[in-house]
């Protein structure tokens, strides 16, 4: 049943008014010690969950900060923390399943931040926790690949445009779920198995470019997204005593995090492929 990335996908944000990024701020300058001190990096999904903690972990290793979700309010508040960290950030609302949103997200940001050596995907969503395969609605099915899947791909294909040649870094934030074991959900444990995939895919194509790709797969975190899919999982029927004991098993949003900001980072110059985490 793993999960727990924060959505950026259809029900939030929308595109917002054109300007310098929504909440304003500066978002060219950051600490100047750090991790990823003089690094500019944007976290899709960033408005809560993983995505959050990535953000202000980011902001306090030294980047520069682009918040992008669907919930354009969240990221506006992700962003405001960042700058009151001392981190320079700006945000974008943007629905990831819209390739003319993605591009212009992306082509903002980069403008205001003045380029990008980083883009850590988190966004996801969750659906169908329980539902026996003959039960998944189409629709359901759709709804998840479009967010999990075609997301994905739609912020690599424009995040290519923008990535640093020689020391740019690409993130997609996956599952262990339809990597590594199942998952509760079909539509779900299927989105991520293909995420896995394309990040591998797109590994060894942009690597030759100085492109480094890597698939993060995390086990089962303590998030919103999370909680909300373990209730749905009981209401569909799964038993009790598992889902409780899935519950007290969950993992910390900040320990992704603090991996996040470690492969966002040059000294992990020498890692390739999948990186997974508790």
């Not at 995040?159 to 990597?179: I, M, Q, T, Y």
């Not at 509760?184 to 194509?205: C, D, E, N």
């Not at 942009?206 to 975190?221: E, F, N, S, T, Y």
Request: include cysteine; hydrophobic fraction near 45%; aromatic fraction near 2%.
């Amino acid at each position: 049943m793993s999960g727990g990335a924060p959505s950026a996908g259809p029900g939030g944000g929308g595109t917002p008014p054109p300007g310098p990024g929504v909440g304003g701020g500066p978002a060219s300058a950051g600490p100047s010690v750090g991790l990823l001190a003089g690094r500019r990096v944007v976290v899709v999904g960033g408005a809560s969950g993983i995505g959050r903690a990535t953000v202000l972990a980011a902001a306090a290793a030294g980047a520069a900060v682009a918040v992008l979700d669907a919930d354009a309010a969240g990221a506006v508040e992700a962003a405001a923390e960042a700058r009151s960290a001392g981190a320079g950030a700006c945000a974008r609302g943007v629905d990831v399943t819209v390739e003319a949103e993605v591009a212009g997200a992306l082509d903002a940001v980069a403008a205001e931040l003045g380029g990008v050596d980083a883009v850590l995907h988190v966004a996801g969503i969750m659906g169908g926790q329980g539902l026996d395969v003959r039960d998944v609605p189409v629709e359901l099915w759709a709804r998840v690949i479009a967010v999990n899947l075609t997301g994905p791909f739609l912020v690599a294909k424009h995040a290519a445009r923008h990535l640093s040649p020689g020391d740019g870094v690409l993130v997609l934030v996956g599952s262990k779920a339809g990597v590594q074991t199942g998952s509760g959900s079909v539509p779900y444990g299927a989105s991520k198995g293909g995420l896995h995939g394309l990040a591998l895919t797109l590994a060894r194509q942009l690597r030759p470019q100085g492109i480094r790709v890597h698939a993060l797969c995390p086990g089962d975190i303590d998030t919103p997204l999370m909680r909300r899919s373990l209730d749905e999982a009981r209401v569909n029927g799964t038993d009790g005593g598992r889902v409780a004991a899935i519950e007290a098993a969950l993992g910390r949003p900040e320990d992704v995090a603090s991996v996040l900001v470690l492969l966002a980072s040059p000294v992990s110059a020498g890692l390739v492929g999948t990186v997974c985490t508790g």
